[in-house]
């Protein structure tokens, strides 16, 4: 079975968005595990602290990795797929053998460089910005949807 592990940094202090992950994480279940996990987020008083505070976030990310898992990394200048081409980029790798997945969320500062660079995929949702927090809700919709589309359900119709 297919296993996700999002790791975003901070919590999402919005139930409705709670309730909306919560919602896709169990149509998810019939299709793939959904591991939820979160990194402290860093106070940021001013931008002369950004690159420490991303450091810290980027220890506190890399501690949750795990080795053998393949690492997508959201970001704004990442590749765009539609649904069909991201559900099609994990048949691929399944197919490959690859069935253990960590996807990376950045806090508001996003992330450090050195975590786009370690990622195996570097994914952008969309030119538009959305808040970390939202970001999390649309990946777990996203990822159901993908699964739906693999399976031919109607969902995605």
Do not use: W
């Given at each position: 079975?297919?296993?996700?592990?999002?790791?975003?940094?901070?919590?999402?202090?919005d139930?409705w968005?709670?309730?909306g992950?919560?919602h896709y994480?169990?149509?998810?279940?019939?299709?793939?595990?959904?591991e939820?996990i979160?990194?402290?987020?860093?106070?940021v008083?001013?931008e002369?602290?950004?690159?420490?505070?991303?450091?810290?976030?980027?220890?506190?990310?890399?501690?949750?990795?795990?080795?053998?898992?393949?690492l997508?990394?959201?970001?704004a200048a990442?590749k765009?797929?539609?649904?069909?081409?991201l559900a099609?980029?994990?048949n691929e790798?399944?197919?490959?053998g690859q069935?253990?997945?960590?996807?990376?969320?950045?806090?508001?500062?996003?992330?450090?460089?050195?975590?786009?660079?370690?990622?195996?995929?570097?994914?952008?949702?969309?030119k538009?910005t959305?808040?970390?927090?939202?970001t999390?809700?649309?990946?777990?919709?996203?990822?159901?949807?993908?699964m739906?589309?693999?399976?031919g359900?109607?969902?995605?119709?």
């Open positions: 079975m297919i296993h996700f592990r999002i790791i975003s940094v901070g919590k999402a202090k139930a968005i709670e309730s992950f919560s994480s169990n149509l998810l279940a019939k299709y793939a595990n959904l939820d979160y990194v402290k987020a860093e106070k008083y001013d002369a602290r950004r690159e420490q505070v991303l450091a810290r976030e980027q220890e506190n990310i890399t501690s949750r990795l795990e080795k053998e898992n393949l997508i990394v959201l970001d990442g765009q797929f539609s649904s069909e081409k099609e980029y994990f790798k399944c197919v490959q069935s253990r997945f960590d996807l990376v969320i950045g806090s508001a500062l996003g992330l450090s460089d050195e975590i786009k660079k370690r990622g195996d995929l570097l994914l952008s949702l969309s538009l959305f808040p970390h927090e939202l999390r809700l649309i990946m777990a919709e996203q990822l159901y949807r993908a739906s589309i693999l399976q359900s109607k969902y995605h119709k």
